[in-house]
């Protein structure tokens, strides 16, 4: 079983349209993040959350939301799609280790906007 | 701005040979250095790290090798095999945040 699963695993959505991404993780770990994959960019950070309190902007948050529904869902909103968002986006957690903390990132949704 | 930069973007190695993946990073603040692995449909996964205080670190066939007057480090994957064909990160933290690089995506080929 997956520690951290993501759904959709595929979406195809229309520009102006509302779309939500969501992340569950059996892991127990206090520490969620989503991220977008672009080719010859890597990976950025869009939004993270180190409890259920507590929510951070990444590098990259313009026209995207989230919201920490409980310890273990993380869940990323599109509030109005552009195809400059269609991307690979992965959700991880960790658990605070001091420098030598690990994230685990579930299998990645692929969005496409048209 | 591209606070880690890695090179080359691809990279393709014969079965066997040496694959080499630079990085370099700007923030002395970083204080891990890990590298992750990601192959076609998954999500990247933790391959091997280093801390700052270490010049090399090594594990099975891959190893971290680090400079940190030039602030630069790399992966070397020794004896490459085709299951070694994906995409590698290299990463740098400050705790509880990863800066990734751009990726390369590593092919080797029989």
């Known amino acids: 079983d997956a520690d951290v699963t993501q759904t959709p695993r595929n979406r195809i959505t229309k520009t102006g349209k509302r779309i939500m991404l969501e992340c569950s993780q059996t892991?127990?770990?206090?520490?969620m993040y989503w991220y977008r994959q672009d080719p010859g960019l890597g990976l950025r950070l869009i939004y993270y959350s180190f409890d259920v309190k507590d929510i951070n902007k990444g590098e990259i948050s313009d026209g995207y939301s989230v919201s920490r529904q409980a310890q273990a869902k993380f869940s990323l909103s599109l509030e109005s799609a552009i195809p400059n968002q269609t991307a690979l986006y992965f959700c991880?957690?960790?658990?605070?280790?001091?420098?030598?903390?690990?994230?685990?990132f579930g299998p990645g949704t692929r969005l496409l906007v048209l | 701005q591209q606070q880690v930069k890695q090179s080359p973007q691809s990279l393709i190695v014969q079965k066997g040979g040496i694959s080499i993946i630079n990085c370099a990073y700007e923030n002395t603040a970083f204080d891990y250095f890990p590298w992750y692995q990601q192959f076609p449909g998954k999500g990247p996964a933790l391959l091997i790290a280093i801390r700052p205080d270490v010049s090399e670190k090594k594990e099975g066939r891959f190893t971290i090798s680090f400079n940190k007057s030039a602030k630069q480090f790399s992966l070397h994957i020794m004896d490459s095999q085709p299951g070694d064909s994906a995409t590698y990160f290299c990463a740098a933290t400050i705790p509880g945040k990863l800066t990734f690089g751009t990726g390369t995506r590593l092919t080797i080929i029989p």
């Open positions: 892991k127990g770990h206090d520490r």
């Open positions: 991880a957690t960790s658990s605070p280790l001091g420098p030598q903390e690990t994230q685990y």
